[in-house]
């Protein structure tokens, strides 16, 4: 199967600067790579996701590269503010056609005022 | 639209009890995937349903299982439970489409189970 691997699992930024999360994956029949932010006690929410036609995709102060010769994609969050703080988590899917996401490890990020 | 909801959003059990847990979808998704979350081993593929069969299966025992209804809602069950199933259980929902693997998907709160 896919293994999603996560870094940092820690981040610590000031207010204002930028965030960069990177993953890598292991299996180059992935192509659809979503991210979630987790805020302590609440559900994964979708922040930003990228399909594999696509090396870059940007909303407002989040993007999203992907390089499929290196198997690795990166979060990227501009402009920090302490309400960013929480877990965010990437993932991987796989074009075999099922509906399954694996899961990076984590990176809870905090935003220092 | 309303969201994905759980039901319950808290559980404890004791070990080798069994627990039923229900999942609502999006209001016209037809895809519904359960995941298990832990601090130990983050967040893992259980199970998928569409149109009330599962479609797709993590690496987890027997023990679990699932089932969806003709409303696409969603039930998981685990039977003889153990202290490791201490998790919190997420559902997320999709449309359901001829392509699966791309689609996004939309999580529920999560049932937090506590096994004693």
């Known amino acids: 199967g896919e293994n999603v691997e996560q870094h940092p699992s820690t981040l610590s930024v000031q207010e204002g600067d930028s965030a960069v999360i990177k993953c890598t994956y292991s299996?180059?029949?992935?192509?659809?790579f979503p991210w979630y932010k987790q805020e302590l006690g609440k559900r994964p929410q979708l922040i930003i996701d990228?399909?594999?036609?696509?090396g870059e995709k940007k909303d407002q102060r989040i993007a999203v590269t992907l390089n499929k010769t290196a198997k690795h994609f990166s979060l990227h969050i501009t402009e920090t503010q302490p309400e960013d703080s929480a877990v965010y988590f990437c993932a991987a899917s796989m074009s075999t056609g099922a509906n399954n996401l694996f899961f990076g490890t984590g990176t809870r990020l905090t935003v220092i005022p | 639209k309303a969201g994905v909801t759980q039901t319950p959003r808290y559980l404890i059990k004791t070990r080798g009890q069994q627990v039923t847990l229900s999942c609502s979808p999006i209001s016209g998704h037809r895809s519904v995937s359960w995941y298990q979350q832990t601090p130990g081993q983050g967040l893992q593929f259980l199970f998928e349903y569409f149109s009330e069969t599962q479609r797709n299966k993590g690496n987890f025992p027997g023990r679990f299982s699932g089932r969806q209804f003709s409303n696409s809602r969603s039930e998981m069950n685990v039977s003889t439970l153990e202290l490791g199933d201490s998790a919190l259980y997420l559902c997320?929902?999709?449309?359901?489409?001829?392509?699966?693997?791309?689609?996004?998907?939309?999580f529920g709160p999560g049932t937090r189970l506590l096994v004693l």
């Open positions: 997320a929902s999709s449309f359901g489409t001829s392509l699966p693997h791309q689609e996004t998907q939309y």
């Open positions: 299996d180059s029949a992935s192509n659809y």
């Open positions: 990228i399909r594999s036609n696509v």
